[in-house]
């Protein structure tokens, strides 16, 4: 099994949805970040989370949430979800108290796709 | 404020030949810097880090960086290009926050490498 898996790797929805993206992990990281990825523009934070007590927002958090619902589990949401949202997510993990180099390394899942119409 | 810039979205060579990505960093302080490497329909992976140790780097499939402060520069080169060195490679950099330990990283736009037999 995947370090990092993400469900659904797949996902075709309409405008005004509420859609849910999961992230579950094996590798006993404390931070879980959700990242997303456009042609041209690399991969933006949406939010981050240092640990399950801990979330906070990234460069382009509107029209998003997270929920941190144990250590291994961090889940995306998009309420209601808009075709500018069509985009890669993806969950990414690090260690929190390997010291600052370790804390950067991040662990990939291997993204979701999704398609808002 | 830390930034990354990847000059060139698109690269392309022989096989055989020198990979040369481009990757310039904005940075206050000594910054930790990254290449990362995504082939398709895949998550990123760590190709190599720098973290102050020493200025040129060594990473996985034969690819290596060297850190130059007086160009601010972190740029990723490879002898010879083989053809599963296809792949989008991505250039980062950490982004430490005053007053506290946790980081976060920023990433470039990315540049897709494709080679020609």
């Known amino acids: 099994d995947a370090d990092v898996t993400q469900t659904p790797r797949n996902r075709i929805t309409k405008t005004g949805k509420r859609i849910m993206l999961e992230c579950s992990q094996t590798k006993g990281h404390d931070r879980m970040y959700w990242y997303r990825q456009d042609p041209g523009l690399g991969l933006r934070l949406i939010y981050y989370s240092f640990d399950v007590k801990d979330i906070n927002k990234g460069e382009i958090s509107d029209g998003y949430s997270v929920s941190r619902q144990a250590q291994a589990k961090f889940s995306l949401s998009l309420e209601s979800a808009i075709p500018n949202q069509t985009a890669l997510y993806f969950c990414a993990t690090s260690v929190g108290t390997a010291g600052i180099s370790g804390a950067n390394v991040l662990t990939f899942g291997a993204g979701s796709r999704l398609t808002v119409l | 404020a830390q930034s990354v810039t990847q000059l060139g979205s698109h690269v392309s060579v022989s096989e055989g030949a020198l990979v040369l990505l481009r990757c310039n960093y904005s940075?206050?302080?000594?910054?930790?810097l990254f290449w990362y490497v995504q082939y398709p329909n895949q998550g990123l992976q760590l190709l190599l880090k720098?973290?102050?140790?020493?200025?040129l780097v060594k990473g996985i499939n034969g690819f290596e960086a060297e850190f130059k402060k007086s160009e601010t520069s972190f740029h990723l080169t490879k002898p010879s290009a083989h053809m599963s060195d296809a792949a989008e490679y991505f250039c980062?950099?950490?982004?430490?926050?005053?007053?506290?330990?946790?980081?976060?990283?920023?990433f470039g736009s990315g540049t897709r490498l494709s080679i020609r037999p």
């Open positions: 980062a950099v950490s982004v430490t926050y005053r007053y506290s330990s946790a980081s976060k990283i920023i």
């Open positions: 940075s206050s302080v000594p910054p930790y």
């Open positions: 720098y973290t102050s140790a020493a200025t």
